[in-house]
């Protein structure tokens, strides 16, 4: 079976593994209590509305949210999480000027819940541009992930674009790893939640950081109300997609982006 590689906290390291293997895990990352406040922000949310995504790509026994800043401000400690901010950094700052959450969803796979169908996240973005990664994903495991419990399923090397119906079970792994780890992928990469055959619910949560120049996936400005995201720092507003993207446009005195300028 293909391993997924893991490794230190090195951003440097984690990005170029990233970029050649396609994902990478960061075991124990983030302490317990940080994982219990974002749990028990959203615990209400999913019991209420959780249940309102599903469909035939989300599964029918699994619980969904989004637009996770709405929903719980500790969360914005993993989504902004300097090593994963370092990644992205290294891995989409080579296409962009500045990029900004795609989507940030939290995931409960419930007991008797079965595989997700493989996918790559970036394929709802209709164009490909060789050599161009649109986004990654940093998937933080706020339960322990196990095979038995639908740890996430990766295709290591498949960032390659080969096509997903050739794929076989055979180059397929599971991202099992301690609660408060993070597993990396590539847009590109493909994955799907597991099949959960343990009888407790495995919780997990998603967020993908997309080119500065690309529609993110969720709409941000009407998902998070705008008091509610005129409340966080500024570099947490910037990747709700609060900037513009690059220098040519929307510069003012007190602009966040007048740094470019700057620089
Ligand atoms: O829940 C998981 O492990 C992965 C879910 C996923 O890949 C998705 O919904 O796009
Ligand atoms: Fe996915």
New binding site residues.
């Given amino acids: 079976m293909p391993e997924i590689a893991r490794l230190p906290a090195d951003t440097d390291a984690v990005a170029d593994t990233l970029l050649a293997e396609g994902g990478v895990i960061v075991e124990t990352l983030a302490p317990a209590d940080l994982l219990d406040r974002i749990i028990a922000d959203l615990r209400g949310p999913f019991d209420e509305k959780g249940h309102r995504f599903a469909n035939d790509f ?1 599964g029918y026994k699994t619980l969904r949210l989004g637009a996770i800043l709405a929903l719980s401000r500790a969360a914005a400690d993993l989504i902004a999480h300097p090593l994963v901010l370092g990644v992205a950094d290294r891995v989409l700052k080579r296409h962009c000027v500045n990029y900004r959450i795609g989507s940030s969803t939290a ?1 409960e ?1 419930l007991p008797g819940e079965k595989a ?1 169908v493989l ?1 790559r ?1 970036d394929d709802f973005y209709p164009i490909r541009i060789p050599g161009v990664e649109f986004q990654i994903s940093a ?1 933080w495991a706020l339960d322990d992930f196990t095979e038995e419990n ?1 740890a ?1 399923r990766v295709v290591p090397g498949s960032q390659d674009l080969r096509p997903i119906d050739a794929i076989g079970e055979a180059e397929i792994t599971q991202a099992a790893m301690p609660r408060g780890s993070v597993l990396f992928y590539l847009g590109g990469t493909v ?4 099949a959960n055959r343990s009888p407790a619910p495995r919780t ?1 949560l ?1 967020t993908t950081y997309s080119l500065g120049w690309l529609r993110q996936e969720e709409n941000m400005y009407l998902a998070i109300p705008r008091e509610v995201a005129d409340s966080y720092p500024d570099p947490i507003r910037r990747l709700m997609g609060y900037q513009s993207h690059g220098p040519a446009l929307g510069v003012w005195p007190g602009d966040p982006d007048g740094h470019w300028y700057d620089s």
């Fill in positions: 989300n995931i796979i997700q996918h996240d998937m639908g996430t994955h799907a939640g597991g997990g998603i």
